[in-house]
């Protein structure tokens, strides 16, 4: 059974520092991993997507990489700032014949303080 | 171009209740999926629909829970009779099928309280 794990479960830095957010899940059989940001209140936000395949995705200061053989992505934000308060969840998509839907880790509430 | 929406934003009502949550999704969307977070927990998948089509409802909890699609539009989730610990956020997302990078969209959910 998959699951996902995100650690920490919550994080409160400076504004500008460099930061990492962790994931990691049980089995590497997946089809992808996103990313998702979610403001309270709102629904979820997808940051970034990275297909099994890939190693890497970028989108402007945020970078995802996958090591699936390992079980684990990190979500890299550069330059912090307070607008990047949120939370950001990961999720992972199952191989392609267990369907679309996606399993996700708790999150990580980030805090990023002026 | 309006995104996912749900309807209502929240729901509060008493134990042995019924409940019907509504999502539209993006128009062109033929996938849809119920997802929910209870307190203190992730988020875990409900159902899926691809147009009327139930693909997957594995994650429905118990027989308390009706999902339907018909005519492969909007969808509906009822509850009922309500219990407790059916208290969470309940959240619709749509993607287009046969897409290989799929993104699913998400609406903002709606809250239910069971008192």
Known sequence: KQEVTQIPAALSVPEGENLVLNCSFTDSAIYNLQWFRQDPGKGLTSLLLIQSSQREQTSGRLNASLDKSSGRSTLYIAASQPGDSATYLCAVRPDWNQGGKLIFGQGTELSVKP | ?115
């Open chain 2, 1 to 115: 171009e309006a995104g996912v929406t749900q309807f209502p934003s929240h729901s509060v009502i008493e134990k042995g209740q019924t409940v019907t949550l509504r999502c539209d999704p993006i128009s062109g969307h033929d996938n849809l999926y119920w997802y929910r977070r209870v307190m203190g927990k992730e988020i875990k998948f409900l159902l899926h629909f691809v147009k009327e089509s139930k693909q997957d409802e594995s994650g429905m909890p118990n027989n308390r829970f009706l999902a339907e699609r018909t005519g492969g539009t909007y969808s509906t989730l009822k509850v009922q009779p309500a219990e407790l610990e059916d208290s969470g956020v309940y959240f619709c997302a749509s993607s287009q099928v046969y897409v290989s990078q799929e993104t699913q969209y998400f609406g903002p959910g709606t809250r239910l309280l069971v008192l």
